[in-house]
């Protein structure tokens, strides 16, 4: 063992640091049946009104107000898709269908269920307002309105918009391409036994849902030993396609803690200890051609909450999302959260709603090794070191993982 040698970061120092030396990633134009979940990279603003024209909300009678009350003769139909040529002179009225397009000369649409009809001739109520039931043209979008900005996740509603304007394609950016490695001579394929002394790589499948979550596509490396050669041959090779690398493991000051030095010799480590419960091995280092690199630690936990700190939010970078934080909410404690003396930690904390707030209770013991403390956690709180803690009944803004 050797002490280490890299100085203690504060957890927002590091963060923005990480975020400093990641970079967005380029634009490509995608199918807009491969967009949902991407990110857009250039703001929508509409070309065309939506409606492009006045389409009627119901199915009736399209009419000219000034004739309300009188009998009239139907000149005509404008069905959804096929429009009535013709114009709606006084004294008469063109049948309508919903989505059909309001004829030339008529100023409403009377609903089926207000008129009585006798053959070819139409009674109207009285009162008629002109401009009921049909939508006018740029009632829904207008045009030069923005409609969807750059930096957001393209979802149900947005491609919906995308389509009725006509765009096929969509210029998102490129999901960054992570290659993931769990380091350790201790560990075993899941659904292998483990003998005596190994572990199964859980890392690997909670890393790789957590990525995917981000955005990211992944590259499985596997399992590299203890032994540097070996870890230098999968990371190099993975580099060649990757954008970014994330191991787990190997990376406190024990003698098979490899990953260090490894990222020393193929770029620089910015960052190899921070002030962070669970997580001060952290390691992030820059690589040639803007790839970066993320060391996480061993520990379960340790591995998962340096990633929502560091991790996420660089991927969100990449992709160009314009929110790369979890969003917050105000919660208040339901316990009392202990300090850690030098580092800043992140509890993990269940939500439970309690007369128009949320109240925060510990997932108990906070053991980095504990994974059960994650499992089903909805937040996290982060409690400044030092020696006051946060009293139970204080609020707090938490990092929100998933609302009950
Ligand atoms: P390390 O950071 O390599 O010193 O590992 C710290 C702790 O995390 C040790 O108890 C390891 O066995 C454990 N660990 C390391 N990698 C993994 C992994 N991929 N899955 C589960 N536990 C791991
Ligand atoms: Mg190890």
Known sequence: MRASTYPLVEVDEAAALVLDRTHVLGVERVSIAECDGRVLAENVTATEPL?????????????????????????????????????????????????????????????????HIRGEIVTVPAGLRPGSNFHRPGDDLRVGELVVPAGIELGAAELGLCAALGLSKLPVHRRPRVSLLSTGDE?????????????????????????????????????????????????VD????????????????????LVKPLLESLGTVHIGRVKLKPGKPFTFASLAEGRVAFGLPGFPVSSLVTFEVFVRPALRKMQGYSRLERPTLPVRLAYDARASADRTEYQRVTLRREGGELVAETTGSQSSSRLMSLAGAHALVRVPAGTQGIKAGSIVEAMILALP
């Open 238 to 257: 993975a580099l060649t396609h990757a954008d970014v690398l994330v191991t787990s493991g190997g990376v406190s000051v024990g003698t098979h803690d």
């Open 187 to 235: 560990l075993v394929e899941v659904g292998e036994k483990p003998k005596r002394g190994q572990i199964v790589d859980s890392n690997r499948w909670a890393l790789l849902a957590a990525l995917r979550e981000a955005g990211a596509e992944v590259m499985l490396l596997g399992i590299a030993p203890d032994q540097p050669d070996a870890l230098r041959r999968v990371v």
């Open 51 to 115: 409606p492009a024209f006045p389409s009627s909300a119901v199915d009736g009678y399209a009419v000219r107000s000034e004739d309300a009350g009188k009998d009239l003769r139907v000149s005509g139909e404008s069905a959804a898709g096929r429009p009535f040529d013709g114009t709606v002179e006084p004294g008469t009225a063109a049948r309508i269908l919903t989505g059909g397009v309001v004829p030339d000369g008529a100023d409403c649409v009377v609903m089926v269920e207000d008129v």
